[in-house]
T-cell receptor
Framework: NAGVTQTPKFQVLKTGQSMTLQCAQD?????MYWYRQDPGMGLRLIYY???????DKGEVPNGYNVSRLNKREFSLRLESAAPSQTSVYFC???????????FGAGTRLSVL | EDKVVQSPLSLVVHEGDTVTLNCSYE??????LLWYKQEKKAPTFLFML????IEKKSGRLSSILDKKELFSILNITATQTGDSAVYLC?????????????FGKGTKLSVKP
């Protein structure tokens, strides 16, 4: 049982490059989330999608865009990467916005 | 501003010790409090607490919520090296404009043989 799958696991970018982080869940969940985790900062919400067809900003959305491609997939795009976006990114999903969130294994991103 | 504060930020114990991790919160429209364990990768769910005074238990781990004093504790008895991890506390709120879940910064637990 895969749960929440994130790709890639690791990525190194140069400042100004773009990339898309992929996330897919196989639990038939309605809600999906993107977080970033920085040392000493805990998990902070970037964007979320309460249900297919909707997306909303979280606490730290600047510099990111998202797409809820279908019920299973939720991608996070960095249009012009900056060193401040060096972080570990986690995707999560839940049955609804009021249910337990289950996390993927994370993507470690370094922007040089 | 809503916030979740965990203490201590890090803790080193020896196998067999009992530890208590703390989580206090100031959140409007509180719904529940959750504990997650994070080893090298994904946070994994431990407990969800919604009612005061009712202990949740899973093996050597237990947790309780005090909604009057706005805190929760996570107890681990007879610690093992496999308990080494970062323990995250999160508070779920109704209708948060920036999402429902607010995380604390975590407590890093190291259990030495």
């Amino acid at each position: 049982n895969a749960g929440v799958t994130q790709t890639p696991k690791f990525q190194v970018l140069k400042t100004g490059q773009s990339m898309t982080l992929q996330c897919a869940q196989d639990m038939n969940h309605n809600s999906m989330y993107w977080y970033r985790q920085d040392p000493g900062m805990g998990l902070r919400l970037i964007y979320y999608s309460a249900s297919e067809g909707t997306t909303d900003k979280g606490e730290v959305p600047n510099g990111y865009n998202v797409s809820r491609l279908n019920k299973r997939e939720f991608s996070l795009r960095l249009e012009s990467a900056a060193p401040s976006q060096t972080s570990v990114y986690f995707c999560a999903s839940s049955s609804t916005m009021l249910d337990i969130q289950y996390f993927g294994a994370g993507t470690r991103l370094s922007v040089l | 501003e809503d916030k979740v504060v965990q203490s201590p930020l890090s803790l080193v114990v020896h196998e067999g010790d009992t530890v208590t991790l703390n989580c206090s919160y100031e959140v409007t429209n509180f719904r529940s409090l959750l504990w997650y364990k994070q080893e090298k990768k994904a946070p994994t769910f431990l407990f969800m607490l919604t009612s005061s005074g009712i202990e949740k238990k899973s093996g050597r781990l237990s947790s309780i919520l005090d909604k009057k004093e706005l805190f929760s504790i996570l107890n681990i008895t007879a610690t093992q090296t496999g308990d080494s991890a970062v323990y995250l506390c999160a508070v779920e709120r109704y209708g948060g404009s920036q999402g429902n879940l607010i995380f604390g910064k975590g407590t890093k637990l190291s259990v030495k043989p």
